[in-house]
């Protein structure tokens, strides 16, 4: 019987491999002795690589990762610019500045595209609070066509800010600002009943 895709290089994983490294320095040595009290939990840790799965579980919930339009339209967009840097080296302020990204902030200045701000209501290393307000009010005043928009994670103000822990959006009264709202299964709602 076969075995589930990556099961069997997981049940490999598992396996004793001190016993095998009686001529490796000591240090390698102690380093699997670690290693095989956790498998012999069968509790490894192990590394694998998605093929042909539904990605629940990432960041990529847009999938964006694996799309080949975006990948054929950033390397055309690329071509346009022979001369495109692809770090910036440094803040622009000093010396990251370049034409194309100049470039860039003219087109959006005249109108000619859309603006996506990204924002997370709540910063979760330092538990600062985004200016949300503040930001909706300002985007307004540099493109009064509206054609800046705002996505918002809600991540860790979900069920933590605002009535019934609808988040900083709601607590601020912008949920006709703000184009996109994401509310991922907060660990504040475990908690709440």
């Not at 002795?33 to 990605?55: G, H």
């Not at 919930?61 to 967009?77: C, H, I, Q, T």
């Not at 990251?96 to 902030?105: A, L, P, Q, V």
Request: overall charge negative.
């Amino acid at each position: 019987m076969a075995l589930p895709i990556g099961l069997d290089k997981w049940i490999r994983a598992q396996e004793p491999r001190l016993p095998k490294m009686r001529d490796a320095p000591v240090f390698y040595r102690n380093l699997e002795e670690t290693l095989d009290a956790r498998r012999a939990e069968n509790n490894l840790i192990t590394l694998r690589t998605r093929k042909d799965s539904y990605d629940f579980f990432s960041n990529d919930f847009l999938s964006l990762e694996a799309s080949g339009m975006l990948r054929e339209a950033f390397f055309e967009e690329l071509a346009l610019y022979p001369g495109f840097k692809l770090g910036s080296t440094g803040s622009r302020l000093l010396d990251g500045n370049n034409d194309y990204i100049e470039t860039i902030e003219h087109e959006i200045a005249k109108g000619e595209r859309c603006v996506i701000i990204s924002v997370e209501t709540v910063y979760s290393m330092d538990g600062d609070i985004c200016s949300l307000k503040e930001m909706v009010e300002i985007a307004k005043s540099f493109f009064p066509r509206g054609n800046a928009q705002f996505i918002v994670d809600e991540a860790h103000s979900t069920g933590v800010i605002g009535e019934k822990g609808r988040g900083l959006v709601s607590h601020l009264g912008l949920e006709n600002e703000i184009a996109i709202r994401l509310h991922t299964f907060s660990k504040a709602l475990v908690f709440r009943r």
